[in-house]
């Protein structure tokens, strides 16, 4: 999905202060807590072998796990036994945009509302979205998610850690372009992500880092949802592609590449994107120099199942309709064929929250339950650069999660989670039916 927030309307940064500002952020990235916190579980998944590990005890302080099943434990007032439950790291989507849902009005949005209003959608879309367990999102969202990413930091808003990509990048008239509107009208620039021919798209790779950028998300192929023309026709050529891979290394940057269509797919594998978003047509030669080079595919395939067709524009309907079904048996090939694969759903398309469908989907079409709940943790860790998590052992941030009983003989409980802890915090638990939600530790 595209969302374009309109940057000609750009107001003020809204105040996010209200949310939680007066409660000790204990345990927050850069605040020390009084004393360790014990978490005591029947189980935990260990993400790195990809098994369970029946009997858990993680100590956490300062934000992060200090230790797991200990000899000895340290004495300490916050011990929180949830019992028969499985403790995994907090799950880590990479493909979301918590600035907006799809409904009747999403498509007049870039016209209608401003980038306060994105921001303050995705303040309630991240309280959404770690309620269902997800801790870390790669998110697609413009200036409003670069914002709620130093909230988050700063422990002023409760929402996923976030690795923002600022503006995305497209051609003129493109998937990443507003498109439906007459000329004059939202008329975009390298600033806001629109460039053409290598120079403009360093240029613009610059920009979105110099405010904010984390990840340079690319439009390498036409889309579904939005109001050009065939869905999978590339976009950006290969040297476009390849001047930004390389302006973005220079930063020590990686590029995400929505890519439908074959040919875009290619061209984006072989400029060296760290991920392709989507990848609806694969090919064997994709598949193979995908394995080759390590690229990962975002499948974002649960959509298909929930993307609500009646809101659609009659064009962007039928381009659903074409493409959506091949891409899932794009996904099916891709698991048989063993592409990396990490966890992201496109969240927006399908309302937030709804996140952990994805597994369901992975599973069914193939993949091992243990193997899915890899691609949320250690596999996600890995496209996003993020080495302080995606696994629960001794120095990674205290991002820990639970559900009941054991997900890997029913992944269908990764949909109910009852405990979230977010850098040592207790945001979600979940007790005889009653959300305790604890603002600090214990
Ligand atoms: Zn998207």
Not at 306 to 317: A, E, T
Request: a negative charge.
């Amino acid at each position: 999905m595209n969302i374009r927030v309109p940057v000609l309307l750009a107001l003020a940064a809204v105040l996010l202060s209200s949310a939680g500002a007066g409660a000790q952020m204990a345990g927050m990235p850069g605040m020390d807590t009084d004393g360790p916190t014990i978490v005591r579980a029947a189980r935990m998944f260990d993400a790195e072998a990809g098994r369970i590990v029946e009997g858990a005890v993680l100590v956490v302080q300062n934000g992060h796990i200090m230790a797991v099943n200990p000899a000895t434990l340290p004495d300490s007032d916050h011990d929180i036994d949830l019992g028969d439950v499985t403790l995994l790291p907090g799950f880590i989507d990479a493909h979301t945009h918590l600035g907006g849902e799809i409904g009747p009005t999403s498509f007049t949005a870039p016209v209608t509302e401003t980038v306060a209003d994105a921001t303050l959608h995705a303040v309630k879309n991240g309280a959404t979205t770690i309620r269902a367990g997800f801790t870390t999102v790669r998110d697609f969202g413009g200036e409003a998610t670069v914002a709620l990413s130093k909230a988050v930091e700063r422990g002023d808003v409760l929402a996923p850690r976030i690795i923002p990509s600022r503006n995305a990048l497209g051609i003129t008239g493109g998937h990443c372009d507003a498109t439906g509107w007459a000329a004059g009208v939202l008329e975009l620039g390298p600033k806001e992500g629109v460039a053409d021919g290598p120079w403009e798209v360093v240029q613009a790779v610059r920009y979105q880092i110099k405010h904010g950028a984390k990840v340079i998300k690319t439009c390498a192929t036409a889309g579904v949802l939005s109001m050009e023309g065939p869905v999978g026709a590339q976009q950006y050529s290969y040297e476009e592609l390849k001047a930004m891979v390389d302006e973005a290394a220079r930063h020590g940057v990686k590029v995400a590449a929505h890519a439908h269509g074959s040919e875009g797919i290619l061209a984006a594998v072989r400029a060296g994107v760290a991920s392709i978003e989507h990848g609806s047509v694969l090919t064997d030669e994709i598949m193979d120099l995908m394995k080759e080079r390590g690229t990962y595919l975002v499948p974002t395939t649960f959509l298909v199942d929930v993307i609500p067709l009646d809101v659609l524009p009659p064009l962007v309907r039928s381009k659903a309709e074409q493409v959506l079904p091949v891409a899932r048996r794009s996904v099916e090939r891709a698991i048989a064929a063993g592409v990396p694969i990490a966890f992201g759903t496109d969240a927006a398309v399908f309302p937030h929250g709804l996140n952990a469908g994805e597994f369901e989907v992975y599973v069914r079409l193939g993949m091992s339950p243990a193997e899915a709940l890899r691609t949320a943790t250690v596999h996600a860790a890995d496209l996003l650069g993020t080495e302080d998590r995606g696994a629960l052992k001794a120095g990674m941030l205290a991002d820990i999660i639970a559900v009941p009983g054991n997900p890997v003989d029913d992944i269908s409980v990764t949909k109910d989670v009852r405990f979230v802890m977010l850098g040592g915090r207790v945001v979600k638990h979940v007790e005889g039916g009653m959300d305790m939600h604890r603002m600090g530790p214990g």
